[in-house]
């Protein structure tokens, strides 16, 4: 059986694809922490920006394919941490990938839809990138190296993915979270996105990487709403209360990097491939299923 290698197999996105691979490939994930407890998964801990550990790593298990979804996520992070945002989405992804080429595996990037300024929405892959924050910047980076290292290289770019999570808060489980405890929280109405259910995009990942072509693909829900609207859908499907959702503007958030007012997506181009992301309300009622919001425990860190 293949080796699938998943850096950042103990996030959220890794986690999901770590699961979702045990059948079809021996799998091992990358962790940072403690190790996460997933049957028939074997986790090795690595850093992302100790990339010559990445490196070695690749070349020891020669992989048929590597999915990297690890990054420092937190947009506001980047902008003061430059250097380490750098390293790890840009510098070590483009090392990765190029030792993946060497050893004839496929890599495939997890990059975001902050690459684009947000001015028009419904973004589809030949749209030119125009960051306005420093994890865009550094996410576009990687995305350049990846493709640079070979062209059956993939990258993909989903928008506002949640699902649950026990290590760090993702915005949908921010929401459900503050609710249940009683908490208003501000939720902004001019800020737009494609919610992506996390166990879904990671069965899309794995779909595409059985795809001929390389290059970048749009692997997002097919709803653009705003945090406000999706806040609401999550509070109406719990049970919670939606008078506690507060529409506000984006400007009046304690938000220290720009962000892009509609960078929501179009997946068209792997729908043709027969690949896509449920839509929010389906992913929204999958994680009902999965889980009682009384059996989650708030993770202390927060996704971005």
């Known amino acids: 059986m293949d080796t699938l290698l998943v850096v950042g197999g103990s996030g959220l996105v890794g986690g999901k694809v770590c699961e979702a691979g045990r059948d079809a490939f021996h799998v091992v994930g990358t962790h940072r922490g403690p190790a996460p407890k997933i049957p028939r998964v074997r986790f090795v801990?690595?850093?992302?920006?100790?990339a010559d550990e990445g490196v070695a790593l690749i070349r020891q298990l020669k992989p048929a394919a590597v999915v990297d979804t690890a990054a420092l996520h937190n947009v506001d992070r980047c902008e003061e941490e430059r250097d380490l945002a750098w390293q790890v989405n840009a510098g070590s992804t483009g090392a990765l990938a190029r030792v993946a080429q060497d050893v004839g595996a496929r890599y495939?990037?997890?990059?975001?839809?902050?690459?684009?300024?947000?001015?028009?929405?419904?973004?589809?892959?030949?749209?030119?990138?125009?960051?306005?924050?420093?994890?865009g910047e550094t996410k576009l980076a990687g995305e350049h190296a990846v493709l640079a290292a070979s062209g059956d290289h993939l990258v993909i770019r989903p928008s506002v993915v949640f699902g649950w999570d026990d290590t760090r808060l993702n915005f949908a489980t921010w929401v459900l979270s503050s609710l249940k405890e009683g908490k208003s929280i501000d939720v902004a109405t001019d800020w737009i996105g494609s919610p992506t259910f996390a166990d879904s995009l990671a069965s899309g990942i794995l779909k595409l990487l059985k795809v001929p072509d390389g290059g970048v693909y749009h692997l997002a829900g097919a709803d653009a709403l705003s945090r406000h609207d999706f806040a609401v859908r999550l509070a109406k499907a719990f049970g919670l209360d939606v008078g506690l959702v507060r529409p506000v503007k984006s400007a009046d958030l304690p938000l220290k990097a720009r962000r892009p007012p509609d960078s929501s997506l179009s997946s068209a181009k792997a729908k043709r491939h027969r690949v896509a992301v449920v839509p929010a309300d389906k992913g929204i009622a999958a994680m009902k299923e999965q889980r009682t919001l009384d059996r989650f425990v708030p993770p202390a860190r927060f996704k971005s």
């Open 45 to 50: 801990e690595f850093h992302k920006e100790r």
């Open 108 to 135: 495939l990037f997890v990059s975001t839809d902050f690459v684009f300024d947000g001015r028009k929405g419904g973004y589809r892959e030949e749209d030119v990138p125009r960051p306005v924050n420093y994890y």
